[in-house]
Structures are given as structure tokens and as C-alpha cells.
């Protein structure tokens, strides 16, 4: 691989994690020349073609792989990176086009939601495939594909999420949308948090301070640095092992997380000392009870959290790893 290659990453834009848009910055951040595709379209024009295409002809295939062949035609990349998650499926000819319009280009799929056997079938195409949960592996490996896979999980933008200068409250928080998993685990939680997302306005549990719509990314690092604490429950459609951006984004802010007992957590955090893990609806009383009178260990684990996320769970770091592969 050449030393500062061209890179393309094709994935859906101003998504909730702003991924394709952090592994970008973060390939600038390394020397490289980079574009980005967005599937879901980069202008209102774009965007509304695409969602015309999809309405009328059922599928928005033929639009995308349209303007992605002329991106493709004159950038001519080294590195395809693909950013998939399961809200928005990439079928296999976009793919197909990739290999046929750059036939030297290395391409790689880095995935973050649990994809069906259909959703996955682009491991036939693609010579790397990086995955936020380890439990993907095992899931590929049972579909039939024989793909180099590493573990590359989230990360943090640490020039976003950050320190702020507020008043931290002894409120718990959880920053998510409501999903079944999800709802029965806070109606049977009887110490109090602030949630914001869709869907809680259905919760029957009057302890809960109640926000029922999405909060602004660009509020979400004060939300983050005035709790004592950040809830984290994982989705479980979507995940196996893995972590999600709470795992993250709350320790940059020097905010403790409150973390459901995932398998890959260890990989990323030390228990006890960088994040605080629950087993059980018991085990979550207690840590909730605990740090809302004690500011002394939320305070000393948000910050070892901080310290490991700037050493090693960082956007650029990522980067770093996937142009590591290629070399």
C-alpha cells in the first residue's frame, strides 16, 4: 500500500453516531486524501432523488450506484472502506461496482449493527472485514464466509466530546431511544433518571424524569458532563458482545458509565476501575444508590475512563488500525 493512499468511505451520513463522518477526520488526521459517499445523500437534492427512487421504483439502487460510479470513475481509490449498520442495508452490486470501477482498490466493510445472512452477503467481495462485536465473527463464520475479520470496535471524538465547564447534578442519565429491552429494564429501576429519547413517553414508571424526543448532538456533551453518571443498556437486535457509542462518549466528558456486563467490555475498559458493570436489577440499585452519594468514585472512575479513551479508543487511533491492515 502506498504510503499516503486515497481512501473513500461509503456509509449512511449524520447518522447517531456521526461515524462516516469521524472515520473520515480521522483519515485526514493520517495524511490521507479522502472523500466520502453518502447513501442516504450528501444534498437535499441527493437526498430527495433517493428517497424518490425508493418510494416509486422500491428501490434506490440504481440512483446511488449512478453517482457512485462517477465518484468511483474519477477518484479512483486505494482503500474502499464500507460503514454498515443495519438501518441502512447495502445491497451487493454496490459492491460489484466497486471491484469493477477500481479493480486495484482494497475494500473493507466495518460493521456495527448484527446483519441477517442477506445483509452480510457483501463478505464476498470485500477483502477485510472489521466488526464492533466480536460476536459478529462467529456469525459470519456460521454463514459460510471465509473473510479476514478483526475486532475494531467504536470509538470517540475527543475534540467533540470533551470536559465541560458545568455544574455536575447526582442524576443518572440514559440517552437512548426506547426499545422493549430497554423499557422493561427502567420500569422495574425505582431510583430515578433522566432519560431522553423516543419512545419513553409510554413509560408507566413515575420515578423517571421524562424528555420523549431526541436530544441535539450538540447538547448531548453538557448533558453528559453535568450527570454524576451515564446508564448504558445495550439494543439487543443490534448487538451480541459489542459495545455502543454510551460505552464511549460520556468518558471523554470524565463521566462514569453504568454498563450493562457485555462480553467484549473488558477489552475496552477495566471493571470496577474504568466503567461500573451490573449483572442484575439488584447490582443496579446499588451502583445507582452509590453514586449518587458518593462523588468521590465518579469522580475517580470518569476520570481513568478519560485517560484510557484518549490513549486508546479514539477516532484517529481507528484509523490508524484499518491503514495498519493495508499496509
Not at 437535499?44 to 427512487?53: A, D, E, F, G, I
Not at 475496552?268 to 476501575?273: R, Y
Request: glycine share 4%; net charge positive.
Amino acid at each position: 500500500m502506498i504510503r499516503s493512499p486515497k481512501i473513500l468511505v461509503i456509509g449512511k451520513t449524520r447518522s447517531i453516531v456521526y461515524w462516516v463522518e469521524s472515520t473520515v477526520t480521522a483519515f485526514h488526521e493520517s495524511g490521507c486524501t479522502v472523500k466520502h459517499f453518502s447513501l442516504n445523500g450528501d444534498s437535499v437534492w441527493q437526498s430527495l432523488r433517493y428517497k424518490w427512487s425508493k418510494r416509486w421504483r422500491g428501490d434506490a439502487t440504481d440512483s446511488i450506484c449512478t453517482d457512485l460510479e462517477q465518484m468511483l470513475h474519477h477518484f479512483q481509490p486505494d482503500i474502499i472502506l464500507f460503514v454498515a449498520i443495519a438501518a441502512l442495508y447495502m445491497p451487493e452490486n454496490l459492491f460489484t461496482l466497486c471491484r469493477s470501477e477500481c479493480p486495484r482498490a482494497r475494500l473493507a466493510v466495518w460493521i456495527g449493527d448484527r446483519l441477517n445472512q442477506k445483509e452480510a452477503a457483501f463478505s464476498h467481495h470485500v477483502d477485510h472485514v472489521f466488526v464492533t462485536d466480536t460476536g459478529f465473527m462467529a456469525d459470519l463464520r456460521q454463514q459460510g464466509y471465509t473473510v479476514p475479520v478483526s475486532y475494531l470496535p467504536l470509538a470517540v471524538d475527543t475534540n467533540f466530546f470533551r470536559p465541560q465547564a458545568v455544574s455536575r447534578s447526582n442524576k443518572i442519565v440514559f440517552v437512548a431511544n426506547r426499545s422493549p429491552g430497554r423499557g422493561d429494564i427502567l420500569e422495574q429501576i425505582q431510583h430515578p433518571v433522566s432519560l431522553y429519547g423516543k419512545g419513553w413517553s409510554a413509560l408507566k414508571n413515575p420515578v423517571h424524569d421524562v424528555h420523549a424526543s431526541r436530544l441535539p448532538r450538540r447538547q448531548l456533551p453538557f448533558v453528559y458532563a453535568g450527570a454524576r453518571a451515564v446508564l448504558n443498556i445495550h439494543q439487543d437486535k443490534n448487538v451480541i458482545h459489542g459495545l455502543n457509542q454510551r460505552s464511549f462518549e460520556p468518558c471523554a466528558c470524565k463521566i462514569p458509565v453504568l454498563h450493562d456486563d457485555m462480553l467484549d467490555l473488558p477489552r475496552c475498559f477495566e471493571p470496577e476501575k474504568e466503567v461500573l458493570v451490573y449483572r442484575s436489577l439488584e447490582e443496579l440499585h446499588y451502583w445507582c444508590e452509590r453514586l449518587t452519594h458518593d462523588q468521590k468514585i465518579a469522580t475517580s472512575v470518569g476520570e481513568a475512563a478519560w485517560r484510557r479513551v484518549l490513549a486508546e479508543h479514539t477516532w484517529h487511533l481507528r484509523g490508524q488500525s484499518i491503514l495498519r491492515t493495508f499496509e
